[in-house]
């Protein structure tokens, strides 16, 4: 199979050294400072949007019992379309996105327009690409028709 997709950085690790990153960018306030209050809510929303994707998805790979490791494909069983992964082939990396939106919201930084983009740059690239061969290759025409019927992304 494609055992090159073990050797990527899992994406729980890209996303915190993602966060990281931004935390340490310079600050280049999007709105002034007396717009806090709104800023705080926008990323809490944005953070319950990310914890329900997450979390979501989480809970359909447990109830199939397969694994949530990216890194270890060959563990996974069963092809999860059911709940979020109607919405979405990638629900948990839509709620690591969601969760930079929120963080960048809450820093109040500009950082965030470029940072964002290059995460999903990243997460495409050395992530999804490499798992969608993988399922392609083990669940083959199911996987297929689910590609059909579900965007990458939203």
Known sequence: MH????????????LSITLVILWLLPQWAIVGDDNSVFLGWISAGLSVLAIF???????QFRWQQTTVDPRHPE???HLVTEGVYKLSRNPMYV???????????WLNTWALLVITP???IYLNRFQIVPEEL?????????Y??????????L
Not at 144 to 153: F, K
């Open 3 to 14: 055992s090159s997709l073990a050797l990527r950085i899992p994406p729980l690790i890209l």
């Open 53 to 59: 994707f997450v979390g979501s998805a989480v809970i």
């Open 75 to 77: 563990s996974s069983v």
């Open 95 to 105: 709620g690591f996105v969601l969760f930079i939106l929120a963080f960048g919201v």
């Open 118 to 120: 290059l995460f999903v």
């Open 134 to 142: 993988w399922l392609q290759d083990k669940f083959g025409q199911a």
């Open 144 to 153: 297929q028709a689910y590609c059909q019927r579900v965007r990458r992304w």
